[in-house]
Structure formats: C-alpha cells, structure tokens
C-alpha cells in the first residue's frame, strides 16, 4: 500500500525552546481549610534573560488532592502568575455532591501566557475551599499525592 500525500505542510514556526520541571513533594502533611486562595508551594520561575527570547509560555500543573467532608466536597484550584506582574488564570473546580466521608482527584491545568513583559516570571498553583462557605469541603490535602509543574516556552 502507497502512502498518500495529504498537503503540503510547512514546518511550525511556534518551537519549543524552554523546558523545565519542578515537583511538590507527596508527604500528606499538607492541609488547608482556607476560603480564601492559598499557596500550594507549587512553584516554578523562568529566569528573565530566557524569558526575553520567548514568544509565549505554555505552563501545565497536576497533582493528586484528598478532600474529606460527608457530604458536599468541593475546592478551587487556579495557576497564577506572581511575577513579575499578577495574573489569576481561570479557576477549576473539583468535588463531589454527597457519597463518602472522603473525594480523591486528580486536578490539571493548562495554560498560556503570551503576555510576557520583561524579568523573571513565576508561576504558583493556588487554592481553596470552594464557594467560600464551611458547608462545601472540610480539608484540603494538597500534598496528598505530590504536584508537578513544567512550562514550555515557545520562540
């Protein structure tokens, strides 16, 4: 059997340049009742003079979370980027409506900076208990099965 050509492709002219990685320790020490946004201490930064050669970042965050609660189970997880200017990604949402006393995930999140500016950039998983109310997720174990963080950074 021939192969046949589909089309005529040029090569992509977005090449990945950058790459790197951190993880978060899975120690299950890590809790949080906070209804307000907390550092997960998931935390990557990509120094200034690479950041200067780059046209846009692409910066993927997974980890495992336990969230225990007897009926509703539910918390917010977010990228953000702290420096050198703020930016707060679009929130996710995880969780449960009754069952268990306890909720195992498996939270990912994708994002894409194109809005680079100058120095260096950090980017920091953040989270909390959804809806802000005691009545949605007791406690977040955020370092229940570790995080990972690994940016690409395009030309």
Do not use: C
Request: proline share 3%; glycine share 8%.
């Amino acid at each position: 059997m021939a192969l046949t050509k589909i089309r005529d492709a040029a090569l992509p002219t977005d090449v990945p340049i950058y790459v790197d990685t951190v993880a978060l320790a899975a120690d299950g020490s890590a809790v949080s009742t906070s209804t307000t946004f907390t550092d997960s201490g998931a935390t990557i930064t990509i120094p200034s003079a690479t950041v200067a050669t780059l046209s846009k970042i692409i910066i993927i965050a997974n980890g495992a979370v336990r969230i225990n609660k007897n009926t509703h189970a539910f918390a917010d997880f977010r990228l953000q980027r702290t420096a050198p200017s703020a930016v707060d990604y679009q929130t996710s949402q995880i969780g449960v409506v009754s069952g268990g006393t306890e909720a195992y995930h498996q939270v990912a999140i994708v994002e894409v900076d194109e809005s680079l500016g100058t120095g260096d950039h950090t980017y920091e998983v953040y989270f909390r208990k959804a809806e802000g109310t005691a009545t949605y997720a007791g406690n977040i174990y955020y370092k229940d099965n570790g995080w990972n963080i690994t940016v690409i950074g395009i030309a």
